[in-house]
């Protein structure tokens, strides 16, 4: 048989059988666990569930989707479609990075780590009512390695081999695996083989595919709205892992390329939750009737997921924005009290880390162990690696601070650029140009204050707005000078890492890596995160990191939350808690038939 048939492999060693998987081993729920803890299990099914939509791919998102493909690089995919799958296991929400089985009822691991053996269930069911079988697992790895979209192939990197054996899929690590690596294999969606074997894999497309999950695609049209819906007799509505979880009938994206229409769509209940990420929205345009006589309702939600990384991406695969010198200047010249206090009322704290929001985040000087981790790169990364970690200087709030911009220019002075004619100009003659971009105009006002700042450096800064199509292709293809992006990392990073710091991702299509980091110390740190054996030693290892990433001033921070503002039309229940890694919104959130009765004798 080919290597991924029907053979298993020779290789199989002493195995230990479990009902889920992590990152370290530690499991919060025994094996006969009824359900999670923080869904209610006899929530009632029925109604809808409606929120805007955008197209989320691998952390970009786009305003409109012309695709149902949402596991390769071509195409806007429609957002939600991971609904319509089965997964071997899948993740528990109030834990760091646990897993128990969907499509797979066990796993059993040899001793060395580097075979797993997933037990397929035999009610698991595509939607047609055919089997989900050993083979389509199988065939899921093996297509998605081979020609699913390039973050996945590299993710899966680690993989050997994927195998059919009776009843069971067998994916055989390489030696030295990424540590969640296994996780990412057994969360990914399983497609069926007999569907695939007429149509291509890599296309983009709006047949709408065959699926195995909670819900199937409904009623669509592209780029507007997306419905998904229940699935009433799923097979794996009864299991641990999904009581109480998907209880809405009908989930449905509403689609908005403007968002102030968007928002105005909201207070016309043209659809019923929304998470708000403007803060001068959530201060200001939340006094509309429904919320002065509660038919909507607001809340905030504590977040306690590592907040990540947001700002300026400065691509340094540009010749001009090479030297750190310059893109230190361009974080100088950032005036984020001014901001913060003018246009986001005082709604945020600055970002330092790319691990904000986490015990991941380095602070004060390196010891101990995380200085033994640093020690071979001493005199290979910046001196500071050693100190205290990069932290933004902190501005007067004026909006323009004249010692921030004077500490800018020296280091512009420093780093060979001079002023002539009122431009900074290079030792080669030609003048600093850096273009922002963007692809729709919510994050205007903050920028061009900043812009502004730059030319008093006599940096040549503009700004340019594109359409979403064409703002995916460019930084796709890394066709930019800065850009915003927002990104965070689970509780248990690993592999992912590679795609957003390596030197790999740098130089591949489509990758996060937006900064075209390629740093031999970044890449042997982020290979021992991967090998970290516990949890106290992962945390070391990426504060090590972060040092690193710190000092090669990459990029311009934002700002954080650690909350989610939300609001809603009120006629839904929730249980008391949410998950502490999740929102829990929608899958543990129900329709209430009494609170939409009640809205609707009051005219909604």
């Given at each position: 048989?080919?290597?991924?048939?029907?053979?298993?492999?020779?290789?199989a060693a002493?195995?230990?059988?479990?009902?889920?998987?992590?990152a370290?081993?530690d499991?919060?729920?025994?094996?006969d666990?009824?359900?999670?803890?923080?869904?209610?299990?006899?929530a009632?099914?029925g109604?809808?569930?409606?929120?805007?939509?955008?197209?989320?791919?691998?952390n970009?998102?786009?305003?409109?989707?012309?695709?149902?493909?949402?596991?390769?690089?071509?195409?806007d995919?429609?957002?939600?479609?991971?609904?319509?799958?089965?997964?071997?296991?899948?993740?528990?929400?109030?834990?760091?990075?646990?897993?128990?089985?969907?499509?797979?009822?066990?796993?059993?691991?040899?001793?060395d780590?580097?075979?797993?053996?997933f037990?397929?269930?035999?009610?698991a069911?595509?939607?047609?009512?055919?089997?989900?079988?050993?083979?389509?697992?199988?065939?899921?790895?093996?297509?998605?390695?081979e020609k699913?979209?390039?973050?996945?192939?590299?993710?899966?990197?680690?993989?050997?081999?994927?195998?059919a054996?009776?009843?069971?899929?067998?994916v055989?690590?390489?030696?030295?695996?990424?540590?969640?690596?296994p996780?990412?294999?057994?969360?990914l969606?399983?497609?069926?083989?007999?569907?695939?074997?007429k149509r291509?894999?890599?296309?983009?497309?709006?047949?709408i595919?065959?699926?195995?999950?909670?819900?199937?695609?409904?009623?669509?049209?592209?780029?507007?709205y997306?419905?998904y819906?229940?699935?009433?007799?799923?097979?794996?509505?009864?299991?641990?892992?999904?009581?109480?979880?998907?209880?809405?009938?009908i989930?449905r994206?509403?689609?908005?390329?403007?968002?102030?229409?968007?928002?105005?769509?909201?207070?016309?209940?043209?659809?019923?939750?929304?998470?708000e990420?403007?803060?001068?929205?959530?201060a200001?345009?939340?006094?509309?009737?429904a919320i002065?006589d509660?038919?909507?309702?607001?809340?905030?939600?504590?977040d306690?997921?590592?907040?990540?990384?947001?700002?300026?991406f400065?691509n340094?695969?540009?010749?001009?924005?090479?030297?750190?010198?310059?893109?230190?200047?361009?974080?100088?010249?950032?005036?984020?009290?001014?901001?913060?206090?003018?246009?986001?009322?005082?709604?945020?704290?600055r970002?330092?880390?790319?691990?904000?929001?986490?015990d991941?985040?380095?602070?004060?000087?390196?010891?101990g162990?995380?200085?033994?981790?640093?020690?071979?790169?001493?005199?290979?990364?910046?001196?500071?690696?050693?100190?205290?970690?990069?932290?933004?200087?902190?501005?007067?709030?004026?909006?323009q601070?004249?010692?921030?911009?004077?500490?800018?220019?020296?280091?512009?002075?420093?780093?060979?650029?001079?002023?002539?004619?009122?431009?900074?100009?290079?030792?080669?003659?030609?003048?600093?140009?850096?273009?922002?971009?963007?692809?729709?105009?919510?994050?205007?006002?903050?920028?061009?204050?900043?812009?502004?700042n730059?030319?008093?450096?006599?940096?040549?800064?503009?700004l340019?707005?594109?359409?979403?199509?064409?703002?995916r292709?460019?930084?796709?293809d890394?066709?930019?000078?800065?850009?915003?992006?927002?990104?965070?990392?689970?509780?248990?990073?690993?592999?992912s890492l590679?795609?957003?710091?390596?030197?790999?991702?740098?130089?591949?299509?489509?990758?996060?890596?937006?900064?075209?980091i390629a740093?031999?110390?970044?890449?042997?740190?982020?290979?021992?995160?991967?090998?970290?054996?516990?949890?106290?030693?992962?945390?070391?290892?990426?504060?090590?990191?972060?040092?690193?990433?710190?000092?090669?001033?990459?990029?311009?921070?934002h700002?954080y939350?650690?909350?989610?503002?939300?609001?809603?039309?009120?006629?839904?229940?929730?249980?008391?808690?949410?998950?502490?890694?999740?929102?829990?919104i929608?899958?543990?959130?129900?329709?209430?038939?009494?609170?939409?009765?009640?809205?609707?004798?009051?005219?909604?």
């Amino acid at each position: 048989m080919g290597r991924f048939g029907g053979a298993s492999p020779a290789r199989a060693a002493a195995e230990r059988e479990t009902h889920g998987i992590s990152a370290f081993g530690d499991l919060k729920y025994p094996a006969d666990f009824p359900h999670f803890d923080y869904v209610v299990p006899d929530a009632p099914k029925g109604g809808t569930f409606s929120q805007i939509g955008s197209s989320r791919q691998f952390n970009q998102s786009f305003l409109t989707f012309n695709s149902l493909n949402s596991y390769i690089l071509r195409g806007d995919a429609a957002q939600g479609m991971e609904l319509t799958f089965a997964s071997l296991m899948t993740r528990a929400a109030d834990e760091p990075d646990g897993m128990y089985g969907m499509a797979a009822r066990a796993v059993r691991i040899s001793a060395d780590g580097l075979t797993y053996r997933f037990l397929m269930r035999p009610e698991a069911r595509f939607h047609d009512g055919t089997k989900i079988t050993a083979q389509d697992a199988a065939f899921s790895l093996h297509v998605m390695k081979e020609k699913g979209h390039p973050i996945i192939q590299q993710m899966l990197r680690d993989m050997e081999s994927a195998q059919a054996s009776g009843d069971s899929v067998v994916v055989q690590f390489k030696d030295k695996r990424g540590r969640d690596v296994p996780l990412f294999v057994a969360g990914l969606p399983i497609f069926s083989r007999a569907y695939y074997a007429k149509r291509p894999f890599e296309e983009s497309t709006l047949e709408i595919p065959l699926g195995s999950g909670p819900y199937k695609v409904g009623r669509f049209e592209a780029g507007r709205y997306i419905e998904y819906e229940r699935v009433k007799d799923w097979w794996a509505a009864q299991l641990p892992t999904f009581r109480g979880l998907h209880n809405f009938d009908i989930v449905r994206f509403e689609y908005y390329r403007d968002r102030d229409v968007a928002f105005e769509g909201f207070t016309a209940k043209s659809y019923l939750f929304r998470e708000e990420f403007t803060s001068r929205i959530w201060a200001t345009r939340y006094e509309f009737p429904a919320i002065k006589d509660g038919r909507v309702k607001r809340d905030v939600l504590k977040d306690d997921t590592p907040s990540g990384a947001q700002g300026w991406f400065i691509n340094t695969r540009r010749a001009q924005l090479r030297d750190p010198r310059l893109r230190e200047a361009l974080i100088c010249a950032f005036d984020f009290e001014w901001t913060n206090k003018t246009i986001m009322y005082g709604a945020y704290e600055r970002t330092h880390s790319v691990f904000q929001n986490s015990d991941m985040m380095a602070t004060g000087k390196p010891a101990g162990e995380e200085l033994a981790l640093l020690e071979p790169f001493r005199g290979k990364v910046p001196d500071e690696v050693f100190g205290v970690p990069f932290v933004p200087p902190v501005s007067d709030g004026s909006g323009q601070d004249r010692q921030l911009l004077r500490r800018a220019s020296q280091l512009l002075q420093d780093a060979g650029y001079v002023v002539k004619d009122g431009k900074r100009i290079a030792k080669n003659g030609e003048p600093i140009k850096i273009e922002f971009l963007l692809e729709e105009p919510t994050f205007q006002p903050h920028h061009m204050p900043y812009i502004k700042n730059l030319s008093l450096l006599g940096i040549d800064a503009t700004l340019r707005i594109v359409d979403p199509v064409q703002f995916r292709a460019r930084v796709d293809d890394f066709d930019f000078d800065v850009t915003v992006q927002r990104f965070g990392f689970s509780t248990s990073p690993g592999d992912s890492l590679r795609s957003y710091f390596s030197s790999q991702a740098a130089d591949t299509r489509g990758s996060q890596n937006l900064a075209g980091i390629a740093e031999p110390s970044i890449d042997s740190l982020i290979t021992t995160i991967i090998a970290a054996k516990t949890r106290p030693e992962l945390v070391i290892a990426c504060r090590a990191l972060d040092r690193v990433i710190r000092a090669g001033r990459y990029w311009v921070p934002h700002w954080y939350k650690a909350s989610h503002w939300i609001a809603y039309w009120d006629m839904f229940s929730r249980p008391k808690e949410k998950p502490r890694y999740s929102r829990g919104i929608p899958e543990s959130w129900w329709y209430d038939t009494q609170k939409a009765a009640k809205l609707d004798r009051r005219g909604y």
